[in-house]
């Protein structure tokens, strides 16, 4: 642990540290470019020179490691010189056009100017100017203002694993751009824009949509895949204009997916902003109270048993809980919550969580993939075990091969590998024996297989036999207070709402395929859907539907009654991700025309139709919802569920393992009526007709 | 203004010649196999050669494969260095040092003879004979102005012996590389002038 003295001051850093580390640590700001704490180190940009006793020169002290002894300074005249000579280098080519850059208002370098800039420019020469470079349909480019920090080579190279961007030429010519400006791959790739410390790359949706200072930063949660990804939600009047990520440590870092960041368009595409009724044959629009006139008298007649509900995947917890309390009264306690067919079933919570947490599978050293692709089912996730791959951990998967950016031991597309492994008869079986922290994930696509349920038997027991499961090691004296436990037992779900569906329990015997079967037969007589909308709903055709949901997609094409509700920006909510970590969403916006927050729906249909709902107002519900599920109120804690047995034991069929979530750009509602993701995945399909620069 | 880069295609695809092949085996040989990458240099080189003259995208992708690399890093190396030409390039390049010591020895006077020859700087000729480039220092700056043809240096120019030489590629003959004036490499012209009594 290097002391040093920075302005006078002592300071103790880690072994490894920077001398920038250590003047942060002794309260001192460093102006910066290419530096990011996340990021390799390239100490080119020099803005962060310090003084250092015994040095000629100041050094640049994002680069310098901090040793024993060192003596900084950091408000000396040579350094606010030396600074200012950098800067004014840099805005030599750098162009003054902040009143047309969307940087502006949230740019480094005006920043840095206002503390460092000279004021007026003493350059006459020509400034150099660079062409604009394609890189895709989300990030816009404006390459004369680059300069040059590198950061986003970096971060796709370091953070995201697909090292697609480089800088070509050098010196004075050199450009960034992708090899012959072909769109960029990565689904992280939007955050290079918040990377990139001035309005080179910026957000190709948004631009000269809008200026920082007017827009209202709401923070919350997303939903767009299962982790959790906490973000900011910058909005204006009735509008969402950008999604932009929060700092979450265990979970999403700093980092969000391009689905996160860029889908929000879709939430004012294909809208539902009224109620509808099918008269004769046809949708027209109705009021409210038509609508639920018209469910009053399309139950009419049907018993309870006939009727079964059907939640989506972005729900949060409060509309699921009313959607499951207001059936139950009239005798339905039929409701689905595995829109996609999984076998996971309610009881013991470690049966359906990640256990060792997001944060905390980094401690894992053998790594078992079993039927899942997190790069598509949780781009932000991915990035970490990439980090994990590269300080050693070993990585191998069972279930369909695909490039995840970092070095995966492909077992085989066959879940009966599952049974080898678990004999012990194939070598990964030693690797995870062997390992310290020997984890598994299991994916969706295993799960959804028709023997599912002895899937997650046999991954349950793998993780019995491989030591997986390690208690508390109690320690001996204060310091030495023992491991943590370790349970290396993980789920990563797909849907941001499944594991509130599952503690709600909205699990039914022969899941979402029985319920098709039978309205297919004809045993079923009514549905209510809750924004479910990722399975083939022509088995509705002759079944009394209600949808209550978002957007006009899979779930209306045959519904009866549609109620419209509010999207996940337009509502407080509770969503638990993947680790069961209880996070709040906040409403950014208010929901479109007519539309209403989900549960205030069943409450108010309450009173027409069934037995009208004990609770009116959100606080009632959540004291309610807190007693039957006492852990919501332990906000933004991984939660350290009880083992217990789960999955049932059967044989396992040799045989592939379905693939969850194909088209990562359209897995929900919001996302399929989005324009920015159907340019993206035509980009990925190769279905696009913009010039990607390779074809020229 | 710095424009897009242009990487030219070539018709065919490229690969390594059979005795290029097994150079490729003496390159790779020198790195261990987890820093292979760091052969995408002499790769380019030697790519460069087989390819007359100049790297084509085919040459890039090539080697990216080679090396597992992807093709941006490989762009990168080949922008970087500005011996690695990007486009085809005539048959002969000639590289005139416009530096310091050869322009005060008169490198104006062989730019001037490769004009009269038809040559033009950054262009091939229309017979695909020649390429002329402007270069910075060779270092053989004793023997200014210098030029440099494919891998040899003819020295000692003026604007007559430029023209000579260029004529003489012109012919099909490969004029004598070296100095052009009457000197032993850099020996003082007209033989040496100090410590006579050494040579033999
Ligand atoms: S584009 Fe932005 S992030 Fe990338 S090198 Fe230039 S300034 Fe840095
Ligand atoms: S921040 Fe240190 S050199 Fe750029
Ligand atoms: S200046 Fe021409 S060779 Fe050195």
Same mark, same amino acid.
């Given at each position: 642990?290097?002391?040093?003295?920075?302005?006078?001051?002592?300071?103790?850093?880690?072994?490894?540290?920077?001398?920038?580390?250590?003047?942060?640590?002794?309260?001192?700001?460093?102006?910066?470019?290419?530096?990011?704490?996340?990021?390799?180190?390239?100490?080119?940009?020099?803005?962060?020179?310090?003084?250092?006793?015994?040095?000629?020169?100041?050094?640049?002290?994002?680069?310098?490691?901090?040793?024993?002894?060192?003596?900084?300074?950091?408000?000396?005249?040579?350094?606010?010189?030396?600074?200012?000579?950098?800067?004014?280098?840099?805005?030599?080519?750098?162009?003054?056009?902040?009143?047309?850059?969307?940087?502006?208002?949230?740019?480094?370098?005006?920043?840095?100017?206002?503390?460092?800039?000279?004021?007026?420019?003493?350059?006459?020469?020509?400034?150099?100017?660079?062409?604009?470079?394609?890189?895709?349909?989300?990030?816009?480019?404006?390459?004369?203002?680059?300069?040059?920090?590198?950061?986003?080579?970096?971060?796709?190279?370091?953070?995201?694993?697909?090292?697609?961007?480089?800088?070509?030429?050098?010196?004075?010519?050199?450009?960034?751009?992708?090899?012959?400006?072909?769109?960029?791959?990565?689904?992280?790739?939007?955050?290079?824009?918040?990377?990139?410390?001035?309005?080179?790359?910026?957000?190709?949706?948004?631009?000269?949509?809008?200026?920082?200072?007017?827009?209202?930063?709401?923070?919350?949660?997303?939903?767009?895949?299962?982790?959790?990804?906490?973000?900011?939600?910058?909005?204006?009047?009735?509008?969402?204009?950008?999604?932009?990520?929060?700092?979450?440590?265990?979970? $999403?870092?700093?980092?969000?997916?391009?689905?996160?960041?860029?889908?929000?368009?879709?939430?004012?595409?294909?809208?539902?902003?009224?109620?509808?009724?099918?008269?004769?044959?046809?949708?027209?629009?109705?009021?409210?109270?038509?609508?639920?006139?018209?469910?009053?008298?399309?139950?009419?007649?049907? $018993?309870?048993?006939?009727?079964?509900?059907?939640?989506?995947?972005?729900?949060?917890?409060?509309?699921?809980?009313?959607?499951?309390?207001?059936?139950?009264?009239?005798?339905?306690?039929?409701?689905?919550?595995?829109?996609?067919?999984?076998?996971?079933?309610?009881?013991?919570?470690?049966?359906?969580?990640?256990?060792?947490?997001?944060?905390?599978?980094?401690?894992?050293?053998?790594?078992?993939?079993?039927?899942?692709?997190?790069?598509?089912?949780?781009?932000?996730?991915?990035?970490?075990?990439?980090?994990?791959?590269?300080?050693?951990?070993?990585?191998?998967?069972?279930?369909?091969?695909?490039?995840?950016?970092?070095?995966?031991?492909?077992?085989?597309?066959?879940?009966?590998?599952?049974?080898?492994?678990?004999?012990?008869?194939?070598?990964?079986?030693?690797?995870?024996?062997?390992?310290?922290?020997?984890?598994?994930?299991?994916?969706?696509?295993?799960?959804?297989?028709?023997?599912?349920?002895?899937?997650?038997?046999?991954?349950?027991?793998?993780?019995?036999?491989?030591?997986?499961?390690?208690?508390?090691?109690?320690?001996?004296?204060?310091?030495?207070?023992?491991?943590?436990?370790?349970?290396?037992? $993980?789920?990563?779900?797909?849907?941001?709402?499944?594991?509130?569906?599952?503690?709600?329990?909205?699990?039914?015997?022969?899941?979402?395929?029985?319920?098709?079967?039978?309205?297919?037969?004809?045993?079923?007589?009514?549905?209510?859907?809750?924004?479910?909308?990722?399975?083939?709903?022509?088995?509705?055709?002759?079944?009394?539907?209600?949808?209550?949901?978002?957007?006009?997609?899979?779930?209306?094409?045959?519904?009866?009654?549609?109620?419209?509700?509010?999207?996940?920006?337009?509502?407080?909510?509770?969503?638990?991700?993947?680790?069961?970590?209880?996070?709040?969403?906040?409403?950014?916006?208010?929901?479109?025309?007519?539309?209403?927050?989900?549960?205030?729906?069943?409450?108010?249909?309450?009173?027409?139709?069934?037995?009208?709902?004990?609770?009116?107002?959100?606080?009632?519900?959540?004291?309610?919802?807190?007693?039957?599920?006492?852990?919501?109120?332990?906000?933004?804690?991984?939660?350290?569920?009880?083992?217990?047995?789960?999955?049932?034991?059967?044989?396992?069929?040799?045989?592939?393992?379905?693939?969850?979530?194909?088209?990562?750009?359209?897995?929900?509602?919001?996302?399929?009526?989005?324009?920015?993701?159907?340019?993206?995945?035509?980009?990925?399909?190769?279905?696009?007709?913009?010039?990607?620069?390779?074809?020229? | 203004?710095?424009?897009?880069?242009?990487?030219?295609?070539?018709?065919?695809?490229?690969?390594?010649?059979?005795?290029?092949?097994?150079?490729?085996?003496?390159?790779?040989?020198?790195?261990?196999?987890?820093?292979?990458?760091?052969?995408?240099?002499?790769?380019?080189?030697?790519?460069?050669?087989?390819?007359?003259?100049?790297?084509?995208?085919?040459?890039?992708?090539?080697?990216?494969?080679?090396?597992?690399?992807?093709?941006?890093?490989?762009?990168?190396?080949?922008?970087?260095?500005?011996?690695?030409?990007?486009?085809?390039?005539?048959?002969?390049?000639?590289?005139?040092?416009?530096?310091?010591?050869?322009?005060?020895?008169?490198?104006?006077?062989?730019?001037?003879?490769?004009?009269?020859?038809?040559?033009?700087?950054?262009?091939?000729?229309?017979?695909?004979?020649?390429?002329?480039?402007?270069?910075?220092?060779?270092?053989?700056?004793?023997?200014?102005?210098?030029?440099?043809?494919?891998?040899?240096?003819?020295?000692?120019?003026?604007?007559?012996?430029?023209?000579?030489?260029?004529?003489?590629?012109?012919?099909?003959?490969?004029?004598?590389?070296?100095?052009?004036?009457?000197?032993?490499?850099?020996?003082?012209?007209?033989?040496?002038?100090?410590?006579?009594?050494?040579?033999?």
């Amino acid at each position: 642990m290097p002391k040093l003295t920075v302005n006078g001051k002592e300071v103790e850093v880690p072994a490894g540290a920077t001398v920038l580390q250590a003047c942060e640590a002794a309260g001192e700001e460093i102006p910066r470019f290419c530096y990011h704490e996340r990021l390799s180190i390239a100490g080119n940009c020099r803005m962060c020179l310090v003084e250092m006793e015994k040095s000629p020169k100041p050094i640049a002290s994002c680069a310098m490691p901090a040793a024993d002894g060192m003596v900084i300074r950091t408000d000396t005249e040579t350094v606010k010189k030396a600074r200012e000579g950098v800067l004014e280098f840099l805005l030599i080519n750098h162009p003054l056009d902040c009143p047309i850059c969307d940087q502006g208002g949230e740019c480094d370098l005006q920043d840095e100017t206002m503390g460092y800039g000279r004021g007026a420019s003493r350059y006459a020469e020509n400034k150099r100017a660079v062409t604009e470079k394609y890189m895709g349909p989300l990030i816009k480019t404006v390459m004369t203002r680059c300069i040059h920090c590198t950061r986003c080579i970096r971060f796709l190279q370091d953070v995201a694993g697909v090292p697609e961007l480089g800088a070509i030429y050098r010196g004075e010519k050199m450009q960034i751009t992708s090899y012959l400006e072909s769109a960029l791959t990565s689904e992280l790739q939007g955050n290079v824009i918040d990377l990139c410390p001035v309005g080179a790359l910026t957000s190709a949706p948004y631009s000269f949509h809008g200026r920082p200072w007017e827009l209202r930063k709401v923070e919350t949660v997303d939903v767009m895949d299962a982790l959790g990804s906490n973000i900011r939600v910058d909005a204006r009047g009735m509008e969402v204009m950008r999604v932009l990520p929060r700092l979450h440590e265990d979970v $999403n870092e700093e980092w969000i997916s391009d689905k996160t960041r860029f889908a929000y368009d879709g939430l004012k595409e294909r809208r539902l902003d009224r109620p509808w009724v099918r008269r004769n044959g046809r949708l027209e629009e109705a009021s409210w109270e038509e609508a639920f006139e018209a469910i009053a008298e399309g139950l009419k007649g049907i $018993n309870g048993d006939e009727i079964a509900g059907v939640v989506g995947d972005l729900n949060e917890l409060e509309g699921m809980y009313a959607f499951r309390e207001w059936l139950k009264t009239l005798g339905c306690t039929r409701v689905e919550g595995r829109q996609d067919g999984t076998r996971l079933e309610p009881g013991v919570r470690a049966g359906y969580l990640m256990n060792s947490g997001i944060a905390g599978i980094e401690r894992a050293d053998a790594l078992l993939l079993i039927g899942s692709d997190p790069r598509l089912e949780a781009p932000v996730f991915n990035a970490r075990i990439a980090r994990m791959v590269r300080n050693g951990c070993r990585v191998a998967r069972i279930g369909g091969s695909s490039d995840l950016t970092y070095a995966v031991e492909e077992l085989g597309d066959d879940a009966a590998l599952l049974t080898v492994l678990l004999e012990g008869k194939h070598p990964f079986t030693k690797v995870l024996e062997k390992a310290e922290h020997p984890a598994l994930i299991l994916g969706q696509g295993a799960l959804m297989r028709a023997d599912g349920a002895a899937i997650w038997a046999a991954a349950r027991a793998l993780a019995e036999k491989l030591g997986m499961r390690v208690a508390e090691k109690a320690g001996g004296s204060e310091e030495d207070a023992g491991e943590p436990a370790w349970n290396g037992f $993980n789920v990563l779900h797909t849907a941001a709402a499944r594991v509130g569906a599952l503690d709600l329990g909205l699990a039914t015997e022969g899941g979402i395929a029985a319920i098709l079967e039978d309205a297919r037969e004809g045993r079923l007589k009514a549905v209510f859907l809750l924004g479910a909308d990722e399975f083939d709903t022509s088995a509705f055709a002759n079944v009394f539907t209600v949808y209550v949901g978002t957007h006009g997609d899979e779930g209306v094409r045959h519904a009866d009654v549609i109620l419209p509700a509010a999207a996940y920006t337009e509502k407080h909510g509770i969503y638990l991700n993947t680790e069961g970590r209880v996070q709040w969403a906040e409403p950014a916006v208010p929901p479109p025309g007519d539309a209403r927050e989900d549960w205030t729906i069943f409450r108010a249909l309450s009173d027409v139709v069934g037995r009208r709902l004990p609770f009116d107002d959100r606080a009632a519900l959540l004291a309610r919802l807190g007693e039957e599920l006492p852990f919501i109120a332990e906000i933004d804690v991984k939660p350290d569920a009880e083992w217990g047995e789960f999955g049932r034991a059967g044989d396992i069929a040799s045989g592939p393992i379905p693939t969850a979530v194909g088209r990562f750009h359209f897995t929900n509602p919001i996302a399929r009526a989005s324009r920015t993701m159907a340019e993206c995945d035509a980009v990925c399909h190769g279905t696009s007709g913009e010039a990607t620069g390779t074809n020229g | 203004m710095h424009r897009h880069l242009k990487v030219v295609e070539d018709g065919e695809p490229f690969a390594f010649s059979e005795d290029n092949a097994a150079e490729v085996k003496r390159i790779l040989a020198k790195y261990p196999p987890a820093r292979k990458r760091s052969a995408v240099l002499p790769l380019l080189h030697l790519a460069q050669r087989q390819n007359g003259g100049w790297v084509s995208r085919q040459v890039i992708e090539h080697i990216a494969g080679m090396l597992d690399l992807p093709p941006i890093k490989v762009l990168e190396v080949a922008t970087f260095y500005t011996m690695f030409n990007l486009k085809p390039i005539g048959r002969y390049h000639v590289q005139v040092c416009g530096t310091t010591p050869c322009w005060l020895r008169g490198s104006d006077e062989v730019f001037r003879a490769c004009r009269d020859m038809g040559l033009e700087k950054g262009r091939t000729t229309d017979d695909g004979l020649f390429h002329l480039s402007e270069v910075e220092c060779l270092g053989a700056c004793v023997n200014a102005p210098v030029v440099q043809i494919d891998d040899d240096y003819y020295e000692d120019l003026d604007y007559e012996r430029m023209k000579a030489i260029l004529e003489a590629f012109r012919r099909g003959e490969t004029p004598k590389p070296g100095p052009q004036v009457d000197r032993q490499f850099a020996a003082p012209e007209g033989g040496p002038t100090t410590l006579k009594e050494h040579v033999k």
